[in-house]
């Protein structure tokens, strides 16, 4: 199995057989991938999709405000905000939020061309002015 070595060890059968093909020896896949089996050389999967670390490293770094608080038991003590993408005719749009936790209700959203912090907070000004005049609630941010 020169050819899987060549390749060290990263080839399957499928490919092997392939690489067979083009030298000019004829023979079948089955063939190739059962002598593979038994000489017990499998090949390597390649990674299918890219690494996530970077989204891992910024939830390690960025604590949960909101984990070990009370839940908010009237209207407007606590508003939480949030950023999304959408895609609109083949481009895309962000979509910013403010939700009253209490209620689940969204009291405040914009959409904008880039995801910035000023996105939510353009929602926050844009917050209900019914909600109780007077009054701002707690917002982790």
């Known amino acids: 199995m020169i050819i899987?070595?060549?390749y060290r060890g990263i080839y399957g059968s499928p490919r092997v057989h392939?690489?067979?093909r083009r030298q000019g020896i004829r023979c079948g896949a089955k063939r190739?991938?059962?002598?593979m089996a038994e000489l017990g050389l499998r090949g390597?999967?390649?990674m299918l999709g890219r690494s996530k670390a970077g989204v891992f490293k910024f939830f390690k770094k960025t604590a949960n405000l909101r984990l070990n608080q009370p839940s908010p038991t009237e209207l407007n003590q606590v508003w939480v905000g949030d950023i999304t993408y959408l895609r609109v005719c083949k481009q895309w749009r962000y979509l910013g939020?403010?939700?009253d936790l209490f209620s689940r209700r969204i009291v405040g959203w914009t959409i904008?061309?880039?995801r910035?912090?000023?996105?939510t907070l353009r929602a926050l000004k844009r917050g209900d002015p019914g909600a109780q005049a007077g009054?701002?609630?707690d917002i982790p941010f």
């Open 4 to 6: 899987y070595e060549q």
């Open 18 to 20: 392939q690489q067979l």
């Open 32 to 35: 190739v991938a059962r002598r």
């Open 44 to 46: 390597k999967a390649s």
């Open 97 to 99: 939020t403010v939700m």
């Open 112 to 114: 904008s061309r880039s």
């Open 116 to 119: 910035t912090a000023s996105v």
């Open 135 to 137: 009054t701002r609630p």
